[in-house]
């Protein structure tokens, strides 16, 4: 029983680094190119992506079911974990439960954003090639843009600590100075990802985005 918790947790620790970990940092670069590049550039990044041969088998096999895997689990880690920050407050323990907090918050969040994307790119109700101004309509909405900052920071954050408690379980960074060095690059990378992705939803909601956006809402309804 507890080798197998052992190897879950393993299996877990490792699916949040590889593959999702790249995902995450790939996607982050493309949703960037909306703030950098504009529309045109968004879609050519989400046209790229869409063009990789068996991207189909990539995202089940890369994406959907590790994604699962961990998010479920993590979950479930989440619920059994002891957290004692109140007792014991200082900065790891203090990172122990802000990891579990922003797991669950990107758990919702990314559950959500798949549902208001790929769901709905499955389904026929959305073309790829409109995802940019799918997006823009979705950030139109206040609550919507604060639920996707949060969602992404969390995600951002959830992730880099996540890559420091992975090199410390696996036995990567053993020492207290080398584990120490390497929270600070995390945190780091935490503060780079999450003006990243801020940045790119800022990005999203440019002019020529929600022109766009307001162009494909009139010819739907002149169609429909």
């Not at 995902?23 to 670069?29: E, N, Q």
């Not at 004692?84 to 918050?105: D, E, P, W």
């Not at 990314?110 to 823009?136: C, F, K, P």
Request: glycine share 10%; aromatic share 16%; net charge positive.
């Amino acid at each position: 029983m507890k080798r197998g918790y052992f190897y879950s947790r393993k299996l877990h620790s490792l699916l949040g680094v590889i593959p999702l970990g790249f995902f995450m940092i790939t996607h982050m670069v493309s949703n960037f190119s909306a703030f950098e590049g504009g529309l045109d550039s968004f879609q050519d990044k989400v046209a790229l992506i869409n063009g990789l041969p068996l991207v189909l088998v990539l995202e089940i096999f890369g994406i959907w079911l590790p994604l699962l895997y961990h998010g479920v689990y993590g979950l479930y880690i989440a619920y059994t974990a002891r957290n004692n920050v109140g007792n014991f407050n200082y900065g790891r323990n203090f990172a122990f439960l802000m990891q579990r907090i922003t797991g669950v918050i990107t758990f919702i969040f990314v559950t959500w954003h798949v549902y208001e994307t790929r769901v709905q790119i499955a389904l026929g109700n959305l073309r790829s090639e409109d995802l940019g101004t799918h997006m823009n309509s979705i950030f139109a909405n206040p609550f919507m843009l604060a639920f996707y900052v949060v969602g992404a920071v969390a995600a951002s954050y959830h992730f880099a600590n996540g890559l420091w408690a992975f090199f410390v379980s696996w036995g990567i960074t053993v020492g207290p100075r080398s584990q120490k060095v390497f929270s600070k690059i995390c945190m780091g990378l935490f503060v780079i990802m999450s003006v990243l992705f801020v940045l790119a939803i800022v990005g999203m909601r440019q002019e020529e985005f929600e022109a766009a956006s307001a162009f494909l809402a009139s010819a739907k309804s002149v169609i429909g």
